[in-house]
T-cell receptor
Framework: DAGITQSPRHKVTETGTPVTLRCHQT?????MYWYRQDPGHGLRLIHY???????DKGEVSDGYSVSRSKTEDFLLTLESATSSQTSVYFC??????????FGPGTRLTVT | DAKTTQPPSMDCAEGRAANLPCNHS???????VYWYRQIHSQGPQYIIH???NNETNEMASLIITEDRKSSTLILPHATLRDTAVYYC???????????????FGKGTLLTVNP
């Protein structure tokens, strides 16, 4: 599982509040990803990182920002949470042999 | 990345082999076939991948047809814990963050019955 942890695992927050989700990996993998998963949509890429301080947008990046100040940590921030951001969020890293490993997920509910 | 087509659901008896098909008729020469699965409420789990040769690991076997337009994932002795959604993904190899992006379709829900 590439030593990926996500925190928090569950969070309930109110509309308009900022939220930060953390992904931590212990394998020193260069690439890291944030996905969201919603019923009927499968997994969709939000942002990804290809190194410290190097990030890029995915297909559903609006309303989200990311930061990567250390190889092992990739943070996803919802600046002002909305109900449409209620979802399960998965972090992933890529091994040297190209397979992706996913974290256990964070279930976020925005009320 | 090439598009894939999978049946929405399949059943398998416990202890029997589960054979999950995937069509990827538009695959190009530098695209790999990857298989992942997702057990309810958990993160997707990597299973196996291949380019053109058949591959086997401790979890499964991957059979890719000679023309590479389809493949089959084989779980040799399915257990109840193999009940999951299985995703077949085709993606280009190479370096760069965007090349590692996985596009997940709807996959196949495999139900292993006792």
């Amino acid at each position: 599982d590439a030593g990926i942890t996500q925190s928090p695992r569950h969070k309930v927050t109110e509309t308009g509040t900022p939220v930060t989700l953390r992904c931590h990996q212990t394998e020193n993998h260069r690439y890291m990803y944030w996905y969201r998963q919603d019923p009927g949509h499968g997994l969709r890429l939000i942002h990804y990182s290809y190194g410290v301080k190097d990030t890029d947008k995915g297909e559903v990046s609006d309303g989200y920002s990311v930061s990567r100040s250390k190889t092992e940590d990739f943070l996803l921030t919802l600046e002002s949470a909305t109900s449409s951001q209620t979802s399960v969020y998965f972090c992933a890293t890529v091994a040297d042999t190209y397979e992706q490993y996913f974290g256990p997920g964070t279930r976020l509910t925005v009320t | 990345d090439a598009k894939t087509t999978q049946p929405p659901s399949m059943d398998c008896a416990e202890g029997r082999a589960a054979n999950l098909p995937c069509n990827h008729s538009t695959i190009s020469g530098n695209e790999y076939v990857y298989w992942y699965r997702q057990i309810h409420s958990q993160g997707p789990q990597y299973i196996i991948h291949g380019l053109k040769n058949n591959e086997t690991n401790e979890m499964a076997s991957l059979i890719i047809t000679e023309d590479r337009k389809s493949s089959t994932l084989i779980l040799p002795h399915a257990t109840l814990r193999d009940t999951a959604v299985y995703y077949c993904i085709v993606r280009v190899a190479g370096s760069g963050g965007s090349n590692y992006k996985l596009t997940f379709g709807k996959g196949t829900l495999l139900t292993v019955n006792p």
